[in-house]
T-cell receptor, first 110, second 113 residues
Framework: GQSLEQPSEVTAVEGAIVQINCTYQ??????LSWYQQHDGGAPTFLSY????GLEETGRFSSFLSRSDSYGYLLLQELQMKDSASYFCAVRDGSWGKFQFGAGTQVVVTP | DTGVSQDPRHKITKRGQNVTFRCDPISEHNRLYWYRQTLGQGPEFLTY????????KSRLLSDRFSAERPKGSFSTLEIQRTEQGDSAMYLCASSLELVETQYFGPGTRLLVL
């Protein structure tokens, strides 16, 4: 089976940096993805890590350590529009089945 | 292409009724996924298709749930004899084969009274 753990909520002020951790247990590992979902909206893809290391995309970066079964999403220069839920997800052995974490709600305050 | 679309966006039904939802994926995407999401939780995998073939179905999925993708384009998800516990957001996503990125539709919010 698979499981993913991430914090339920993080609060930070505008301009700050937030790190959302995700630990996973999988029978097979094919990479860690991150999605953002605003209230009432659809999840949107942010990043994917298949190999160890840091991937940077603008203000967002994602990190993976396969040996530690751990990854994180780093949100820099926080803006009010970053207030949303963030989900980590792993793919099962097959190419089709994904499992999502319960999500981390990020609250950005002025 | 305008992205993944789902219809209807909202559905209210009485317990015991059948409901059917439709998903139109991005046109060139051959993979299509159905998820269910409840408040405060992440999307829960239900089933997925590659072209018209349903390749996997969640073991948690009751026999009351069935999905089709007859021509490898749009898909339908039917729930028979709905129960109050079926109340949730039903999300559809599509992707290209062997590509990690999934594109989600806006979802169908189901309320079973």
């Amino acid at each position: 089976g698979q499981s993913l753990e991430q914090p339920s909520e993080v609060t930070a002020v505008e301009g700050a940096i937030v790190q959302i951790n995700c630990t996973y247990q999988t029978s097979g590992f094919y990479g860690l993805s991150w999605y953002q979902q605003h209230d009432g909206g659809a999840p949107t893809f942010l990043s994917y890590n298949a190999l160890d290391g840091l991937e940077e995309t603008g203000r967002f970066s994602s990190f993976l350590s396969r040996s530690d079964s751990y990854g994180y999403l780093l949100l820099q220069e926080l803006q009010m529009k970053d207030s949303a839920s963030y989900f980590c997800a792993v793919r099962d052995g097959s190419w089709g089945k994904f499992q999502f974490g319960a999500g981390t709600q990020v609250v950005v305050t002025p | 292409d305008t992205g993944v679309s789902q219809d209807p966006r909202h559905k209210i039904t009485k317990r015991g009724q059948n409901v059917t939802f439709r998903c139109d994926p991005i046109s060139e995407h051959n993979r299509l996924y159905w998820y269910r999401q409840t408040l405060g939780q992440g999307p829960e995998f239900l089933t997925y298709f590659q072209n018209e073939a349903q390749l996997e179905k969640s073991r948690l999925l009751s026999d009351r749930f069935s999905a089709e993708r007859p021509k490898g384009s749009f898909s339908t998800l039917e729930i028979q004899r709905t129960e109050q516990g079926d109340s949730a957001m039903y999300l559809c996503a599509s992707s290209l084969e062997l590509v990690e990125t999934q594109y989600f539709g806006p979802g169908t919010r189901l309320l079973v009274l």
